[in-house]
């Protein structure tokens, strides 16, 4: 069973679909009409409504109306110019039958009429709408007269034989969504109106090659990669065992175009806010996630998946967007890379340039300070019931490029946006956008939510030894291990890129101190506790490791010191989730080392498959810490190590002329390294182009 806050999800098609039910009793019956009493109409929130236009309008104090006169003008066919607008707005990739187009550059139609037009007596109207209660004051509804076409749009006119050539140009801030078209030609006693017709249906993106619009990206390298590009890959693992996973976004796959915009009014967005790609990029990451708004993907780190899709069996974004568009219900089950995933998708399609990045040791601070505070207790164990901050292995938002009016010149460019429910903002459980400047300059005072993004990526691990009565005293301090090492995909390329930089300064540095003194001015607490130096170095070793395999784990204790050190060392390994959570503990070792002045003696500790395989979970790694005492001075050193056990790999092996019309074939081979039989094998397999969804299971 399924649990999203107070509902329930049930199975009843596939194993990706589910009926939910809600488990509370049934709340008082709401008005009819919410927005009566402080708004005279709705607030339009989707540009699947479409307002029931007349195609013929009366003008006021007109005779009745009687047979039109052969010389009226009339429409006979609208061309939307299909092919060539597509190519000059790069939508030609979107497998749509309708017409896609930019904001602020020019798309091209042609009008037939029943005669030539004459703009001296011919009074013809285009009208674009978008939403149920379409507005010209809420941008809603675009009225362009052919003969004088005023306004934020504009439109030249080429009369050409019986018809007009028209370029028109939605303004660089124009609501994204689906516009209806109409063409209105007035008499003298009446308004004629081309009938409602879907072929006509215009959506209108946001346009990265366009220096008005707030997504502007002025490189064409990146914006055919942060835009165009519908393959990525996503880096997990930790920071020094970097592992790699393909993604299909699919941004173009049929049907994804119409689920990406049902995403967006199921936001509830105002269609007028839809002009504003801060107030998009917002919106869009609470609706990802169902947490309380009956979004997109369920999240679940509990390693139990029947009732859905284990997180790691996706391989793109296109079947959780069409599940959730045809079904109107959330989907099961994501963690942080399917949710990046999934909003990535939805902005590259809705024009706006993003990327997927990676934060090794990735800070989950629940006190809302600059600290993550890891207790142990009087004899060097880790203290689970006190230690409620956790450290991912790694996290995965979204960085999305806009302008920033709302904040300062320079904090512009790329945003951070999280979909993954981790703490509310404004009541909903969302993050973004924060400028990635204003968290390298410090900066917490700017929207939205920068105190948390800033503790993502540069908290202080504090380690606390717990006292009597409640009491706590600080026994080490990390300033470097959070935010260790930022990825993202490199541009035309599957290698990864590094831009810890654009995060922060190198640690140690002048300017990273500084960038953290003025995080404090804005309140962000840090623990400035006096320490005394400890001559002492302590450093876990771990080779690279395949998952059931035995290993050997060096512990390695250097004296700096002139003195001879007794040391006390206890040493714990437990399976973690990727999130830093513990599963079980399988592993404790105590020992003690006597050492001799500057020496340095290494403690081997045999780790064994099978005292960690049975406490084994979805992408579980193992986390060794290590608590010294000396006794001698009666000071405390702590290291923690996360090794990362690798599975093997798939291998794919092509057959068949791999040439652009010939038909090829895809063999997938994986080698059963384990000693077990495995059970419930998935295999799902998607790619580009006509490459659909395939999944097959083995029994």
């Known amino acids: 069973m399924c649990l999203d806050q107070n509902r329930v999800l049930v199975s009843f098609r596939t194993p990706f679909v589910y009926a939910m039910a809600n488990t509370q009793p049934k709340s008082l019956p709401g008005p009819s009409m919410p927005y009566r009493g402080r708004f005279n109409a709705p607030i339009g929130t989707s540009d699947a409504e479409v307002e029931d236009f007349p195609e013929l309008e009366l003008f006021e104090g007109a005779v009745p109306r009687g047979p039109m006169y052969q010389d009226n003008l009339e429409v006979k066919y609208i061309d939307l110019n299909m092919k060539q607008n597509k190519q000059v707005h790069h939508t030609s990739m979107f497998e749509y039958d309708g017409l896609i187009v930019r904001r602020g550059d020019p798309f091209t139609m042609n009008i037939t009429f029943s005669r030539a037009y004459n703009p001296s007596t011919d009074v013809v109207t285009l009208e674009f709408t978008i939403g149920g209660q379409s507005h010209s004051d809420k941008n809603t509804y675009v009225a362009l007269k052919l003969n004088n076409p005023n306004g934020k749009w504009q439109c030249q006119v080429r009369p050409q034989g019986n018809g007009v050539d028209l370029s028109i140009v939605p303004p660089a801030d124009c609501i994204v969504g689906k516009f209806c078209t109409y063409v209105t030609v007035e008499t003298n006693s009446l308004k004629k109106r081309t009938p409602r017709d879907p072929n006509t249906d215009i959506y209108i993106l946001f346009n990265a090659w366009c220096r008005n619009d707030d997504v502007f990206l002025d490189s064409d390298s990146q914006r055919q990669e942060y835009v165009l590009n519908d393959l990525g890959m996503f880096y997990n693992g930790t920071c020094d065992n970097v592992s790699s996973r393909p993604w299909n976004y699919g941004q173009h796959k049929r049907g994804v175009l119409d689920a990406c915009f049902f995403v967006m009014n199921k936001s509830g967005i105002p269609l007028e806010d839809r002009k504003d790609v801060v107030r998009v990029s917002r919106r869009a990451s609470a609706i990802i996630n169902s947490q309380d708004d009956y979004g997109v993907l369920v999240g679940n780190w509990s390693g139990e998946y029947d009732m859905g899709a284990s997180p790691t069996s996706w391989t793109g974004s296109v079947q959780i967007l069409l599940s959730y568009a045809n079904n109107s219900t959330p989907v099961c089950f994501a963690q942080c890379w399917v949710y990046a995933g999934v909003l990535n998708t939805v902005f590259r399609c809705l024009g706006i340039p993003s990327r997927v990045i990676t934060n090794y040791n990735s800070a989950h601070d629940n006190n809302g300070n600059l600290m993550t505070d890891i207790f142990v207790d009087e004899n060097g164990n880790m203290d689970r019931k006190f230690t409620r901050d956790s450290v991912w292995n790694y996290h995965c938002w979204v960085e999305a490029y806009m302008r920033r009016r709302d904040l300062p010149d320079g904090y512009g460019g790329w945003q951070v946006v999280d979909a993954t429910p981790q703490e509310t903002s404004d009541g909903l459980f969302r993050c973004g956008p924060t400028s990635v400047e204003a968290i390298k300059a410090g900066d917490m005072c700017f929207p939205y939510d920068a105190p948390f993004v800033f503790a993502e990526v540069n908290s202080d691990i504090v380690f606390r030894k717990r006292l009597d009565y409640g009491r706590d005293e600080v026994v080490q301090r990390d300033t470097t291990y959070i935010g260790k090492l930022m990825l993202t995909k490199a541009i035309d390329s599957y290698l990864a890129q590094d831009i810890t930089h654009t995060y922060k300064h190198p640690e140690g540095s002048s300017a990273n101190a500084a960038t953290m003194e003025r995080a404090t001015t804005f309140g962000c607490a840090r623990d400035r506790s006096a320490l005394q130096p400890v001559d002492m170095e302590l450093e876990i070793i771990a080779p690279a490791v395949q998952l059931g395999q035995n290993f050997n784990l060096k512990v390695v204790l250097k004296n700096k010191m002139t003195e001879h050190q007794t040391v006390e060392l206890t ?129």
Not at 604 to 615: E, G, Q, S
Not at 645 to 660: A, D, T
Not at 683 to 692: A, R, T, V
């Open 571 to 699: 040493l714990t390994g437990s399976v973690i989730y990727y999130t830093g959570v513990n599963n079980a503990d399988f592993k404790m070792e105590r020992q003690t080392v006597s050492l001799g002045p500057m020496m340095t003696e290494e403690v081997a500790v045999k780790i064994l498959a099978n005292d960690y395989m049975k406490y084994m979970v979805d992408q579980g790694s193992l986390n060794f810490s290590c608590v010294c005492k000396f006794l001698e001075s009666g000071q405390s050193l702590v290291a923690v190590k996360v090794v990362r056990l690798e599975v093997p790999l798939l291998s794919l092996k092509l057959g068949g002329q791999v040439r652009v019309g010939h038909d090829m074939s895809i063999t997938m081979i994986f080698n059963n390294m384990f000693n077990v039989v495995l059970k419930k094998v998935l295999l799902q397999m998607e790619g580009p182009g006509d490459m659909g969804f395939r999944l097959k299971r083995y029994k």
